[in-house]
């Protein structure tokens, strides 16, 4: 469990992990969570913890008022499908369904029912962009997952695993294509170096923008809780 430390006027709350493999304190505010997180050196004692959020209590007072608002995922909410935003009205029976401007979800347990909408059409879009881009560069995908990760929106093992953010499905379409591209290219260069990107450019020769558009608007899609 994390120990936590309180920070007063206006009251922050930081989750403190201890790290054998940190050597110095690293603190993060991840969009939808409402606790910063500071990893500190395993012998680092707490005093030097609170003393180094003082410290940077400014700038992270300052993150956290920037950090996209949470919003829950309910009938009448309004969120993106492929980049455009949509409202959720109930349905009288059927799985979930896009409506023009409408996304037509059962009346109950509408966050379940939502994301499991959503992982489908990240999976029906992922899959065949990523295979499409392996058998270009000739390198078979062992599997693909789903997962609703905070830090990255997709990852690539030495054995051939993909792993891609279901919250792509909320981004514009060419944006999903550009990150399954981006994991296949790793499945021969296993970095981030100059014969990796010279891979993504030759898939992906638009990739700058697609890129853009993450590093931009990408935390604003892990506002919405399910």
């Known amino acids: 469990m994390p120990e936590v430390i309180r920070l007063d006027d206006p009251a922050v709350t930081v989750l403190l992990r201890r790290s054998a493999r940190a050597r110095r304190f690293t603190l993060t505010v991840r969009p939808g969570e409402d606790a910063a997180r500071l990893t500190a050196p395993a012998a680092a004692p ?4 609170r003393l180094f959020l003082e410290r940077q209590a400014e700038w992270l007072r300052g993150a956290m008022a920037r ?3 949470i919003e829950p995922v309910a009938v009448g909410s309004t969120l993106p499908v492929e980049g455009r935003p949509v409202t959720i009205r109930p349905a009288a029976r059927g799985p979930c369904r896009i409506d ?3 996304l037509l979800a059962p009346p109950t347990r509408v966050g ?4 499991a909408f959503l992982k489908t059409r990240a ?8 295979h499409a881009a392996a058998a270009t560069l000739g ?5 693909i997952t789903l ?3 905070r830090s990255r929106w997709g990852s690539c093992t030495a054995r051939g695993d993909l792993s891609f953010s279901w919250r792509l499905a909320m981004a514009p379409p060419e944006v999903l294509r550009y990150v399954a591209v981006h994991e296949a290219a790793h499945l021969l260069e296993m970095n981030h ?3 990796f990107w010279a891979l993504v450019s030759r898939l992906r020769p638009g990739f700058a923008a697609e890129r853009a558009w993450l590093r931009r608007e990408g935390a604003a899609l892990h506002r919405y809780r399910f």
């Open 193 to 195: 170096g100059p014969a």
């Open 139 to 143: 390198a078979p995908i062992r599997s």
């Open 46 to 49: 707490a005093r030097e913890a």
């Open 100 to 102: 023009g401007d409408a």
């Open 67 to 69: 950090a996209p608002s």
């Open 112 to 115: 379940p029912a939502v994301a």
């Open 123 to 130: 999976r029906d879009a992922l899959a065949p962009a990523a």
């Open 147 to 149: 997962r609703d990760t």
